[in-house]
């Protein structure tokens, strides 16, 4: 069982390219989310999808876009990257939308620099 | 809005020592209150979790109370070991939606043997 897979690991741009991050989860999830991770701040999140054919701003989405491709499925694309966006990216799934005991299943990771 | 607060470190310890890592939080509502590590080089995966009041979390000799009265989620091991190195992160959740988890900014374990 994977659990939640992401691609790239690595990755490195030049600004104002454009790069789309995916991730896949096989455990028949609802909810899936993007969290940048930066020094001193913990997570933060991007965006969430509570279902299939739904997305939503999280607390940072300026400069991001997503797509809910299918259940199992939920890629972040970068327009034009900035050097602000160097960051470690990590999504993550749960069973159930905001249910309060729900726990989130973190990928490994993407870490992304932006020159 | 909802936040935690937690020590940053880095914390160094030796093997065998008693590890205490402070979380207070801030939250409308009764959330749950989680403990997340992340080991290097991986993603962060659940150690502990509690959903309401005087529960208790427990998991791989590590433990947290959930204290309403202090908004405190405090994690405790009684002796660490270098295996235990990582990054921990106390984090809540709410029945808000749209507010899903908030994390606080990680604190940074080492253990020496």
């Known amino acids: 069982n994977a659990g939640v897979t992401q691609t790239p690991k690595f990755q490195v741009l030049k600004t104002g390219q454009s790069m789309t991050l995916q991730c896949a989860q096989d455990m028949n999830h609802n909810s899936m989310y993007w969290y940048r991770q930066d020094p001193g701040m913990g997570l933060r999140l991007i965006y969430y999808?509570?279902?299939?054919?739904?997305?939503d701003k999280g607390e940072v989405p300026n400069g991001y876009n997503v797509s809910r491709l299918n259940k199992r499925e939920f890629s972040l694309r970068l327009e034009s990257a900035a050097p602000s966006q160097t960051s470690v990216y990590f999504c993550a799934s749960s069973e159930m939308p905001s249910g309060s005991t729900d726990t989130q299943y973190f990928g490994p990771g993407t870490r992304l620099t932006v020159l | 809005g909802n936040s935690v607060t937690q020590m940053e470190g880095p914390v160094t310890l030796s093997e065998e020592a008693f590890l205490t890592i402070n979380c207070t939080y801030t939250?409308?509502?009764?959330?749950?209150l989680f403990w997340y590590v992340q080991y290097p080089g991986e993603g962060l995966q659940l150690l502990l979790k509690?959903?309401?009041?005087?529960d208790k979390g427990s998991n791989k000799g590590f433990e947290a109370t959930y204290r309403k009265e202090t908004t405190s989620f405090h994690l405790e091991k009684g002796s660490v070991q270098v295996s235990d190195s990582a990054v921990y992160f106390c984090a809540l959740s709410t029945l808000n939606y749209g507010q899903n988890f908030v994390f606080g900014p990680g604190t940074r374990l080492s253990v020496l043997p």
């Open positions: 509690a959903t309401k009041a005087d």
């Open positions: 999808s509570a279902s299939e054919g739904t997305t």
């Open positions: 939250a409308t509502g009764y959330p749950s």
